[in-house]
């Protein structure tokens, strides 16, 4: 038991972790904290019934010993027998959710063995042992295996730059995913991240003017008790001035970060569309995004643009229209893992009704078992609801889409392996599609770093070996799609 000085102590830590102005300050008080719960001591000791660790030590021992023995054919062999993301149960949220900051030593040790082995067989000289086309199929075999990370933004409306802290945070520490989905307002940042390269995005993500034209406009205004709201005008001047003149597949070519933007269709009969270089590689990035943001009943729906064989604008499917992508599917985590074999989700989760049922979900004062049937449960009820109306009023067709779109929102899941969600309980109404001054902006932003912090050091540990991966198999700058538009005569 801990004693009352020591609690003290500890929630005085807490206290600090949670108002630290930077990563350095808040890991500072984290290890403090890890230090005085006895929790440093825990991270150092490798046995726990919560994961096999006698499996992952002898992995660790019998790489290091190939590694010694200079032993290349051995070492191949037994990175074959599995790059598992769960080897030995190391990937359970419980062993990263003791510590402040990060989780048993042995797993760290065994991520970073993995990652120096494969780093190592990628560099050494191919020969009539181990040809090129041998390593290239072990590492195709591996990516699969192993599968890959995403990171999904959430619609949030103008709570949205809550995102931007979370991706630069994620950008600086160089734990940003390469698929990234958004939908609504996440699908502004999924846009900036994929259009703007490695060079060019510290630039892009500090200060507010950088993004908004208006914003100079909105901080001058006085101050009012009804804010002002954003209107397809000023979202699309924002767009234009922000997102790039391109296509997903030039995106893809330019930054290798495959993007992904959910759009819904105005229309019954047609389903959720989720636009990436694979899905949709001509269609313009700016258009998926001012579709995906336009809220239904408030903002029109959107028509997407496209290029066409010589490299012109024109329609995309003319006849028809598209709204916002958080309605049907804010984390298409199904469609990510059938295109990309992603089987890992980062969560950047700010959408309103989302932490409602999240946060609602954490005070239940039952099991975790209970929780998750009870999940399903209302998912098949809503599942049911919405057949019903669909059947019953076809004859009020507004109505009829109304309330579907309702059951629509409330069956989704809005949540993933990691989750990183704002700390605030209570959102003002009027903010979620107004027009937000910078000091507003600027706190959303810090509030994305903050919330991003305690979830740091388990994304670098689940993510590295696939970012390994992909930086050995990564192959966007093979691509050029400018070279097959025709020339008009």
Known sequence: MLSITSSFSLTRLERKMRHADNYADWKNAALEHDAKSGFEAWKSKEESKSYDYVNIRTRIDALKEYRRQEDDIGLLFALNEGIHGNQGGMGKSILYEKAKLGTKHLIEEYVDEIVSALDYISTIPESSEITKEDKLDFFERASHCFGRSALMLSGAGSLGHFHRGVIKTLFEHKV?????????????????????????????????????????????????????????????IMLDAIIPDMTFQEAYEKTGR????TIAPAEEHQTSRLMNAITSPNVYVRTAVMASCAVPGVYPPVMLMAKNVYGEAQPHLPERRWVDGAVTDDLPAKRLARLYGVNHYIVSQANPLALAIIK??????????????????????????????????????????????????????????????????????????????????????????????????????????????????????????????????
């Open 258 to 261: 495959m993007i992904s933007i």
């Open 176 to 236: 940003l995913p390469t698929v990234i989905s958004g939908s609504s307002a996440g699908a502004i940042s999924a846009a900036i991240l994929g259009t703007y390269s490695d060079d060019e995005l510290p630039c892009v993500l500090q200060g507010n003017k950088v993004l908004d034209p208006l914003q100079v406009e909105i901080d001058n205004r006085p101050k009012s008790l009804i804010r002002r709201q954003s209107d397809s005008a000023s979202l699309k």
């Open 360 to 489: 609602g979900e954490q005070y239940m004062p039952v099991s975790e078992g209970a929780k998750k049937v009870l999940r399903l449960s209302t998912h098949e009820i809503l599942k049911s609801g919405e057949k019903f109306s669909r059947r019953f009023l076809r004859k009020i067709p507004d109505v009829g889409k109304t309330m579907s779109m309702f059951y629509s929102v409330m069956a989704q899941d809005y949540k993933g392996d990691v989750n990183i969600v704002p700390h605030f309980n209570f959102v003002d109404p009027q903010k979620l599609l107004g027009q937000l001054t910078s000091a507003e902006i600027d706190e959303l932003v810090v509030e994305g770093e903050r919330s991003t912090w305690p979830q740091l050091e388990q994304i670098k540990i689940c993510s590295k070996i696939g970012h390994k991966l992909d930086e050995i198999l990564d192959h966007h700058l093979e691509h050029n799609i400018q070279r097959f538009y025709k020339t008009r005569r």
